[in-house]
């Protein structure tokens, strides 16, 4: 018998460390890290972490991420989450290598978010071209190398990091919008304005520089083997993964699941921690609720999930809650456009009356109460979708009541209005970390 017991824990002892390097257990990280670290925030989901957040008031940044760690959900500066990337990547040949950091993976994936951030990394004298290297490359989609040459006329990025940004931006330009390969022909993919100002920079910039030599290469029609060197993907059939968005049906049916689970055991999956991705959904509303969508279209994205009947009311409401953060940093004219259709949708059966009360307040129990949009009900757009909502005669008066206090400004109390004013401008410079990354050097 005793041979059997000792059998049984040997491989219940091999099956726990299998699985705790692949997902740590949240005791485990929570005794490893500082218990006064105002930045770590030990919960299992995102729906936990959510439910007992308690907001940005007093938050204190977590220090020196790279020897410390920092749990996924805490707040950071943007030059923290390039440490945290260094920190889950290590030195890199390839850049490639840099999708193993899961908060890359999002940036890369988002990028419009961290367009200001991302500059305002450059010109920052303190950062070294290392750690600059992996803004230009998480950026690369937005093609800043206009903008970049910019910053270099104005004296505030020097020539060696100019010419990583062209290298970067500009080769990636050319390889991703090229149908064919992109070192046969580069000049086919840019427009001709794009071309008038390559040859201004070429004969403003100094003759004997890197990036002249390489822009006079793209200008005879040859692409630089430096610029090759350094892009993210040579061939166009390993894009779809990573600029694709993640699945937003996928995501919101984890998250249903997930706010089950933490409302009827305080935690999910047994205290195992997991990616928190209905986060991203909630911080990058903007792409996952696209505002020119098509009342036909078949994609399952977040107006799909509000506008057609296969959804169940729980995915309704969370999809409802997931657009909550609209307005912290694109313009409120997104959710108006919501407002606008949610009527049509409600009468066609596919939104019940509590779906569109949960327009006006949240229906997840957090550190906010409404949604952002809120905060710009001035907005020309915002009024003229609540006198709409308002005119429709199939609503109740009290549900008019409550869109008639936004039209106002007077839903909410002017210390909670001023408190998401604060949570606005505080999350202009504080960015979520999405994945834990584990102390080192202790």
């Known amino acids: 018998m005793n041979k059997y017991i000792m059998r049984f824990l040997k491989a219940s002892l091999i099956i726990f460390l299998i699985l705790d390097s692949y997902c740590p257990l949240c005791s485990t990280i ?63 040949t390839d850049p490639r290598e840099l999708f193993r950091s899961k908060d890359f993976l999002v940036m890369y994936k988002h990028p419009d978010y961290y367009k200001d951030a991302v500059l305002d990394y450059l010109v920052d004298e303190r950062h070294t071209l290392e750690e600059k290297k992996i803004a230009i490359y998480a950026s690369s989609r937005l093609y800043l190398w206009k903008k970049c040459y910019q910053l270099y006329q104005e004296k505030k990025i020097d020539a060696l990091l100019l010419e ?18 992109c070192y046969e022909n580069p000049l086919k993919t840019l427009h001709p304005h794009d ?12 003759k004997e520089s890197v990036l002249h030599r390489d822009i006079q290469s793209i200008l005879h029609n040859n692409f630089p ?61 903007q792409n996952y609720y696209p505002t020119h969508f098509e009342l036909s279209s078949t994609k399952k994205d977040g107006i799909a999930a509000l506008r057609d009947g296969c959804y169940t009311n729980e995915e309704k409401s969370m999809s409802i809650f997931g657009m909550s953060q609209f307005g912290m940093l694109e313009s409120s004219g997104c959710y108006a456009c919501m407002i ?51 005119a429709e005669p199939a609503l109740p008066c009290g549900l008019k009541d409550i869109a008639r ?38």
């Open 30 to 92: 929570s005794t490893t890290h500082d218990p006064h670290n105002r930045g770590y925030v030990d919960w299992p989901s995102w729906a936990t972490y959510l439910f007992h957040h308690p907001g940005y008031k007093d938050y204190q940044l977590p220090a020196d991420i790279t020897k410390n760690g920092c749990h996924w959900g805490s707040w950071v500066t943007f030059s923290q989450k390039i440490e945290a990337i260094q920190a889950r990547v290590g030195p890199f």
């Open 164 to 181: 990583w940004t062209f290298s970067i931006h500009l080769g990636n330009f050319i390889a991703q919008k090229h149908t064919g390969n």
């Open 195 to 206: 071309v008038h100002f390559l040859e201004r920079v070429t004969q403003e910039i100094p």
């Open 225 to 285: 083997e430096i610029w090759w060197q350094r892009l993210m993907f040579s061939e166009i059939g390993h894009l779809d993964y990573y600029t694709e968005l993640f699945s937003f049906y996928d995501l919101l049916t984890d998250a249903v699941r997930d706010e089950r689970y933490s409302k009827e055991w305080g935690s999910a999956f047994g205290g195992i921690e997991h990616f928190p991705y209905f986060l991203v959904i909630m911080e990058h509303p």
């Open 340 to 390: 606008e259709n949610a009527v049509e949708w409600y009468k066609n059966g596919h939104l019940s009356l509590q779906h569109l009360y949960q327009l006006f307040t949240c229906n997840f129990p957090t550190f906010y109460k409404y949604p952002f949009f809120i905060l710009d009900y001035k907005d020309k757009s915002i009024q003229e979708a609540l006198d709409k909502f308002m």
């Open 405 to 442: 206090k936004v039209k106002n400004g007077t839903l909410a109390t002017k210390e909670e209005m001023a408190y998401m004013e604060g949570y606005r401008q505080f999350r202009k410079t504080h960015f979520t970390l999405y994945e834990t990354i584990p102390p080192r050097g202790r």
